[in-house]
């Protein structure tokens, strides 16, 4: 089996410059960091974006730390509309260029993979336009990393139109089956609303897995919990993911935690190595 290495995510590290942020992830003994590009860490549409990215790959190589890029900013591109666009809007080409550049960014640092999702459909849009855009939209992102090779990882998200693994079986499957086109999975929405097992869960997605993003969860309610508050069992879920054969960043994913950081990181780490050595 092989082992697992863990990271956290940087969106838990909102208050934190991302060059500290990075320096207390990794002197924790974290060995990944999801990068979640945004307003304060590595904007991908501020000034001197190359000279920042030269920067933070050469902190990432001497912390020693492996990076996967994250897409999920809240209001990076529009400051009155949440997560808005996405590529269901009608003004979608924004979220087209912000994630080229996170593959262009994800190229220079390295990056294992890229995640992103589909967002939430507007009231305004019908269900069959929006999974043209979604399938359209998807289609030119993975052209683009393809030709970087830079693997996807599109993301399952509770309330979005692409919510569980079934729905993303079937957008794999109208693009095509592309090789770049990989699955992030979240542990925590494997709880919150898939009908299998968590653990048959990862068993069942490993062979499109490219990232996994941890946390807790309980049935039915989509957040993000810290560990052994929510109803995931987790030493059979890190043992499905050894025998899977996965060998990506296993990053925790608690994006309302800023506030407490660095106690929060250090006592995930702490969780999942206890549970990691009770899998084996």
Not at 178 to 193: E, K, N, S, V
Request: net charge negative.
């Amino acid at each position: 089996m092989t082992g697992l290495r863990f990271g956290y995510g940087t969106n838990g590290f909102a208050n934190h410059r991302l060059a500290d942020a990075l320096t207390v992830i990794a002197g924790l003994g974290y060995t990944g960091v999801a990068l979640t590009l945004d307003t304060d860490h590595l904007d991908p549409f501020a000034p001197g974006l190359a000279g920042r990215v030269t920067e933070t790959a050469d902190q990432l190589r001497d912390l020693g730390l492996a990076v996967v890029i994250e897409t999920g900013a809240r209001y990076l591109l529009d400051p009155w509309r949440k997560h808005a666009p996405t590529l269901l809007h009608d003004d979608r080409k924004l979220r087209l260029d912000f994630l080229r550049r996170a593959v262009a960014v994800g190229a220079d640092l390295g990056a294992e993979a890229v995640s992103f999702w589909a967002g939430v459909r507007p009231d305004d849009v019908d269900e069959r336009t929006a999974w043209h855009r979604l399938v359209d939209g998807c289609a030119e992102v993975t052209e683009a990393a393809t030709a970087a090779s830079v693997p996807l990882g599109f993301e399952p998200e509770p309330g979005m139109l692409v919510a569980d693994i079934a729905d993303w079986r079937r957008l794999h499957a109208e693009l095509g089956a592309p090789a770049m086109f990989g699955l992030t999975l979240d542990i925590g929405h494997c709880r919150c609303l898939e009908p299998m097992p968590v653990p048959d869960c990862v068993t069942a997605v490993a062979g499109h897995l490219v990232n996994v993003q941890i946390d807790d969860m309980v049935r039915g309610v989509h957040e993000h919990l810290e560990f052994g508050t929510g109803e995931i069992d987790f030493p059979p879920v890190l043992r499905a993911l050894r025998e899977s054969g996965y060998r990506g960043l296993v990053a925790v994913e608690l994006p309302r935690h800023s506030h407490a950081a660095p106690a929060v990181a250090r006592e995930s780490l702490a969780f999942l190595r206890a549970a990691d050595e009770e899998a084996r």
